[in-house]
């Protein structure tokens, strides 16, 4: 035993320095939660979140009005309107299409995508009068007007009418239908096959991933679906991939507000007036891919994939039409400096170099 009683430098090196044992244990106490305010915090989100799914139900109605061999006319028709997308009758903004998803504008039809100069909410615009095409008969005759006789919209409500046709694995993003543009209540009718309607998502992507939804409303064909309140303004609402099985087709009934802004050819981006009068003359496409019963559960390309894509493509081309003057006598002028380097190298010997790396 040595002359200080300790068998073990470390005892001694212990006894020697007690304070820092009390500030490590202090400091392990301080960075340990106690289980109870997990528990309770926990407590806390669930009950707000149960709050906010009262709040947004309130504002959701909904009623069962078309019978099967009614939806079966009315999904007739709205092959037809497929039918005639794919052959380029309709006008230039009447069709916007996404994979997995086309939308068909009649009445009135607004952007919000790279065409605008600013972008986000609240900088979407109604296109001027007369780029869509006018709400067909028959939507009139088959829809609104049994939206009317069960008192669920007034007469004249709708003067906006939108189809959205998605395949297997299709989606709409979370958002909120913008509240300076259209009145409310958001009237919408499901055709081909069930889905549901998610309210609070946040979508991640590459791979796609979706949030657990606030409050998840089941839609079924031949039903109508109104939102209003705090449904369709205070809380965003999407379609998600795993929630399309099969085709389904939606129709938006919608009342424009009358002061609702139109869209400035001084708001579009420099390339897409440019541009304009070159695209408008394609003929719209529709893609030919098989629906694969799976693939509502495999990750897919989305309306927000698509938009990035469009925004590399303008940003390069305003990058290209920026520089191109400059680019012309900068390729000219090294095209010269080669032919003259290479003329006064021909009769140079030859001589090694050698390359340091960094």
């Known amino acids: 035993m040595?002359?200080?009683?300790?068998?073990d430098l470390r005892e001694k090196l212990k006894a020697m320095t007690p304070h820092r044992e009390e500030q490590?244990?202090?400091?392990?106490?301080?960075?340990?939660?106690?289980?109870?305010?997990?528990?309770?915090?926990?407590d806390e989100e669930a009950t707000a979140r149960e709050s906010e799914a009262r709040k947004v139900k309130r504002g959701i109605?909904?009623?069962?009005?078309?019978?099967?061999?009614?939806?079966?006319r009315i999904e007739a028709e709205?092959?037809?309107?497929?039918?005639?997308?794919?052959r380029g009758l309709y006008r230039e903004h009447t069709v916007d299409r996404a994979p997995l998803r086309n939308k068909y504008f009649f009445g009135e039809g607004y952007t919000y995508g790279p065409r605008l100069e600013r972008r986000g909410p609240g900088q979407e615009r109604l296109y001027s009068k007369g780029e869509v095409d006018e709400i067909p008969a028959w939507v009139h005759e088959l829809v609104i007007s049994r939206l009317v006789a069960r008192g669920l919209i007034?007469?004249?409500?709708?003067?906006?009418?939108?189809?959205?046709?998605?395949?297997p694995g299709g989606c709409i993003v979370s958002h909120v239908d913008p509240i300076h543009i259209f009145e409310r209540p958001i009237v919408s009718v499901s055709f081909f096959s069930d889905s549901a309607l998610c309210f609070g998502c946040k979508f991640q992507f590459r791979p796609i991933r979706v949030s657990e939804p606030v409050l998840c409303v089941p839609v079924r064909r031949g039903s109508?679906?109104?939102?209003?309140?705090?449904?369709?303004d205070d809380i965003t609402h999407c379609i998600r991939p795993q929630d399309i099985k099969e085709r389904r087709a939606v129709i938006i009934l919608r009342k424009t507000r009358p002061n609702a802004p139109r869209l400035d050819a001084n708001l579009l981006r420099p390339s897409v007036t440019l541009g304009s009068e070159r695209r408008h003359k394609l003929k719209a496409k529709r893609s030919h891919r098989k629906a694969d019963p799976d693939a509502a559960h495999r990750p897919r390309v989305l309306e927000m994939d698509k938009e990035e894509q469009r925004l590399s493509l303008f940003s390069r081309q305003d990058r290209r039409s920026d520089a191109g003057?400059?680019?012309?006598?900068?390729?000219?002028?090294?095209?010269?400096?080669y032919k003259h380097s290479h003329h006064?190298?021909?009769?140079a010997p030859s001589r090694q170099v050698k390359m340091r790396r960094h």
């Open 61 to 72: 109605a909904q009623a069962r009005v078309f019978t099967p061999e009614e939806c079966v």
């Open 325 to 337: 003057s400059e680019n012309s006598w900068r390729r000219v002028e090294a095209a010269s400096l």
């Open 24 to 42: 490590r244990s202090g400091g392990e106490k301080r960075r340990r939660r106690p289980p109870s305010d997990e528990e309770d915090e926990d």
């Open 2 to 7: 040595s002359a200080g009683g300790y068998t």
């Open 344 to 347: 006064a190298h021909a009769d």
């Open 78 to 86: 709205i092959d037809e309107v497929v039918a005639r997308g794919e």
């Open 154 to 167: 007034p007469e004249g409500f709708v003067d906006s009418a939108v189809i959205n046709d998605y395949q």
């Open 224 to 232: 109508v679906t109104l939102l209003s309140g705090y449904a369709a």
